[in-house]
Every structure is written in structure tokens, then in C-alpha cells.
């Protein structure tokens, strides 16, 4: 059955809405216009990420886990619940796999039922500890299946199956972004992600921690280019499917990263050296030729740029 059009207002759902990417996200759609259904078991997520929206007129609020079926009508679904960063992953990996799995399973069946179009956050730890660098869309990855980091890592490649079958088997509507690493406010300050937790020990004036001798690398994009590039894909073709890489391609090791977090701040903190967590992997960049040839998106915000704009959310958090 197709959803029932109410005007020209599209209803979209955001699933992960109240997290940090998906509250950014619902931003931009209430801005342009349409209906937005956020769902969201407040896991990682908070309600002050969306404070701000409740009571708007074409803002909703449920609060409900995607593992269990949902049945509303929409037009399109942008599914982004999971935890993301490694430490609330792995706080509960049996029930980070089921997020991916079954959320995908009955987000797609919803799609399915619905014909609405739908949107997969998938990541670029699909490509694991990767050993083609930078990484393209058609490299299949070095993922361990086993492993602390797999729960995530193969529970989205899982996801991402699901989407292709329904695809083909169902003729769905599919899209599928590979994000790297993003960053920018309203990333949880203990989140455990790296340039949350830099930022935060900056501030506080604490020992700056990096995990192992900070030599690996990763690519950070600001959130505002990632959101722009999530509704350039959900936006184009109905043959533009994905997998398609969304992220920054200037590749920073972790040394470099709390160097410069250290010169914006100001602060006196000095690097303390930690273990390195098991499979953190060596190096990451994306190639994002994809992106630019299919959508017309490229990041714009330099490193240092979104690194201002962050600290400065942080510092009034603080
Ligand atoms: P986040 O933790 O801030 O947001 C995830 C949201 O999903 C939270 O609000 C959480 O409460 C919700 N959630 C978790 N499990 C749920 C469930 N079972 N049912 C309903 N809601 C659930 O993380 P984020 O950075 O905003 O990530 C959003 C999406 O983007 C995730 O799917 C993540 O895997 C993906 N992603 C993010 C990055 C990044 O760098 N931020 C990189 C790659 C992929
Ligand atoms: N589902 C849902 N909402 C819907 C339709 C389906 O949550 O509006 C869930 C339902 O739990 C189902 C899953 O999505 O098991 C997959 O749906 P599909 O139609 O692919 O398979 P089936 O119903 O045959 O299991
Ligand atoms: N990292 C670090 N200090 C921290 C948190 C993370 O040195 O306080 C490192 C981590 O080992 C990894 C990189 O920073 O090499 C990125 O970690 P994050 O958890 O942000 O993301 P992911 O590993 O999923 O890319």
C-alpha cells in the first residue's frame, strides 16, 4: 500500500533522531518543509538534542526501540538508530547486532509495506582495519567477525545486505551512505569518541588521552557537510543506491588531532598515552570521487574551521 500523500508535506521518519547526527538531520527537514517522526529508545540519544523542536507542529517525538515492529505510514525513513561511538557498542554488543539486523529487517519491512524510501547509515567500518587506503566503494573490506569491534562492524555490513536484498528482491527504494567519522556539537561530551573526549580533557585542563602511540590515522568531516550530503542522496535518482562514501578526505593521525585541539583551546593539557583498544584500525580516508561525480557533494569545512565551531559548543556546555 502507498502512504497517503497529506498536501505536498512529505512525512519522514528519522530513526536515531534524538542522537547526535539524527537531531541535526531532523533540523534541516523541519527547515525545508517536511513532517518528521522521530523515533529514538534514548539509549545514546538525549531529548535536549531535540528540545528545541518539541512542540513544533511538524515535529513528533516516539520513543521506541527498532527492534520491535513499528506500523505508522510515511513517505521516507532515514534509519540511523545504533549506537556509534565504541564504547556504547560494546557496552551491550548482542543488542548493538540486533539493533543493525533486526531494525533493518523491520525498518525495511515498514519501507516495504509503506513504499517509502529508505535511507541506511552505514559506516566506513565496514572496511574494517582496511588495507586498501584511501577506500572506495567497491573495496569489500578486512573485518575480523569475532572481534570487540564486530558487533558494529558486522551488524552493519548485515544491514547493508538487507538493504541490497529488498532491493532486488522487493524493489525497494534504497540508500545507503558509508559515513566516516563526524563530528561537530551536540556529540555526547562522554561519548568516548576521540574528538569529543580531546576537546573535553582541553577544557577541563586533563592529561589529553591517545590510545596507543597516536600514530593511526582517521578523517574527520563536520556534521553540517555530512547532513548535506545525506539529502543530496536521499534526494537524487531512485537509481542512485549506494553504497556511497560521505566524509572528509583530509587524514589527520591522532598526535596531529589533539595537537591542534591543544593550539585551538589554548590549553595547558599535556598527551598521556593509554592502551590501544584491540582492532583499532591503522588508517582510514575516504575516496569520495563517487560522491562528488554522482551527487555533487564535497565537505567545506576544514578541520580546524569545524574544530572551532565544536570547542566553542563545548565550552559553553562546560
Ligand atoms: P548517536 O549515538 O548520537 O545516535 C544514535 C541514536 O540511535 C541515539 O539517539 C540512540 O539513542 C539511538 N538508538 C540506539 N539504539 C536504538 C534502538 N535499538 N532503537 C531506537 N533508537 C536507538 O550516534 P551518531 O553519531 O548520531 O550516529 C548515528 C548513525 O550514524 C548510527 O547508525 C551510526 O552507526 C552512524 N555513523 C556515525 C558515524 C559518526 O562518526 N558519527 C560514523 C559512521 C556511522
Ligand atoms: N514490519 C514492521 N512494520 C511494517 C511492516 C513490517 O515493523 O509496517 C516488520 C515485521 O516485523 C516484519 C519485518 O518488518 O517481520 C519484515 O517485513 P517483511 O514484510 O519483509 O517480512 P515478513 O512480514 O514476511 O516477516
Ligand atoms: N582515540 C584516542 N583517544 C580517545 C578516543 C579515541 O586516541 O580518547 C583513538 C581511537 O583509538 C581511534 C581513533 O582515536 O584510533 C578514533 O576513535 P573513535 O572512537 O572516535 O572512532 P573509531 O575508532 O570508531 O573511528
Excluded at 538493504?163 to 561519548?191: A, C, E
Amino acid at each position: 500500500m502507498m502512504a497517503r500523500q497529506y498536501g505536498a508535506r512529505k512525512r519522514v521518519m528519522v530513526t536515531g533522531g534524538a542522537g547526535f547526527l539524527g537531531s541535526h538531520l531532523i533540523d534541516r527537514l523541519i527547515e525545508r518543509g517536511d513532517e518528521v517522526l522521530c523515533l529514538d529508545n534514548l539509549f545514546t540519544g538525549t531529548k535536549q538534542n531535540i528540545a528545541h523542536l518539541l512542540g513544533h507542529e511538524r515535529f513528533e517525538f516516539m520513543r521506541h526501540d527498532v527492534t520491535i515492529p513499528l506500523y505508522v505510514e510515511i513517505d521516507e525513513i532515514y534509519n540511523l538508530a545504533c549506537p556509534a561511538s565504541p564504547v556504547h557498542y560494546q557496552h551491550d554488543p548482542v543488542a548493538t547486532t540486533k539493533t543493525s539486523v533486526h531494525g533493518a529487517i523491520n525498518m525495511l519491512g515498514l519501507a516495504k509495506r509503506t513504499g517509502a524510501k529508505i535511507f541506511q547509515a552505514s559506516t566506513s567500518e565496514v572496511y574494517g582495519d582496511p588495507i586498501v587506503h584511501p577506500q572506495r566503494e567497491d573495496y569489500w573490506g578486512h573485518v575480523n567477525p569475532i572481534g570487540p569491534r564486530s558487533c558494529y562492524d558486522e551488524g552493519k555490513r548485515c544491514a547493508e545486505t538487507l538493504f541490497f536484498d529488498y532491493h532486488r528482491q522487493h524493489d525497494l527504494r534504497i540508500k545507503v551512505v558509508r559515513i566516516f567519522n563526524t563530528y561537530g556539537p551536540r556529540m555526547h561530551p562522554s561519548d568516548g569518541r576521540v574528538v569529543s573526549n580531546f576537546i573535553v580533557a582541553a577544557l577541563k585542563g586533563e592529561p589529553i588521552p591517545i590510545y596507543g602511540d597516536g600514530s593511526q590515522t582517521r578523517s574527520f568531516c563536520y556534521v553540517d557537510d555530512l547532513i548535506d550530503g545525506f539529502l543530496r542522496l536521499m534526494d537524487s535518482g531512485d537509481d542512485v543506491t549506494g553504497p556511497i562514501n560521505i566524509g572528509n578526505p583530509g587524514e589527520f593521525s591522532m598526535r596531529e588531532l589533539a595537537e591542534k585541539v591543544i593550539a585551538i583551546t589554548g590549553s595547558k593539557s599535556e598527551i598521556t598515552y593509554l592502551p590501544l583498544p584491540q582492532d583499532d584500525p591503522k588508517q582510514r580516508r575516504p575516496d569520495i570521487t563517487l560522491a562528488q561525480n554522482v551527487l555533487g557533494w564535497q565537505p567545506t569545512v576544514a578541520l580546524d574551521q569545524g574544530l572551532e565551531r565544536t570547542i566553542a559548543y563545548f565550552a559553553k556546555m562546560i
